[in-house]
Nanobody, 121 residues
């Protein structure tokens, strides 16, 4: 069984910063791509940023230059540093990871429960 647990969300004023963390634990053989997604009330879940196992990154246009995704492969953890936060960044932020639980098994997508980020104007 695999678990992803996000932390680091909270309430911050516009222009402020937050750092989200998401360690993966359990029966893990390898982790491929990791990423962050968000969902605001009434909206669909959208991609924020992803990072490949070798470090290649991808960002939504709305967060480029403000957010930075990183990972620590030794700790099976993905991070999201969010700077210059805007009220429109308010959402429930989820981490996602593509994980193999055994050498010969298939890769599956796992999700955390989400951490709330609220940016006040």
């Amino acid at each position: 069984q695999v678990q992803l647990v996000e932390s680091g969300g909270g309430l911050v004023q516009a222009g402020g910063s937050l750092r989200l963390s998401c360690p993966a634990s359990g029966s893990i053989f390898s982790i491929d791509r990791m990423g962050w997604y968000r969902q605001a009330p009434g909206n669909q879940r959208e991609l924020v940023a992803t990072i490949a196992s070798f470090g290649s990154t991808n960002y939504a246009n709305s967060v480029k230059g403000r957010f930075t995704i990183s990972r620590d492969n030794a700790k099976n953890t993905v991070y999201l540093q969010m700077n210059s936060l805007k009220p429109e960044d308010t959402a429930l932020y989820y981490c996602n990871a593509l994980i193999k639980t055994s050498r010969w098994g298939s890769t599956s997508a796992y999700w955390g429960q989400g951490t709330q980020v609220t940016v006040s104007s």
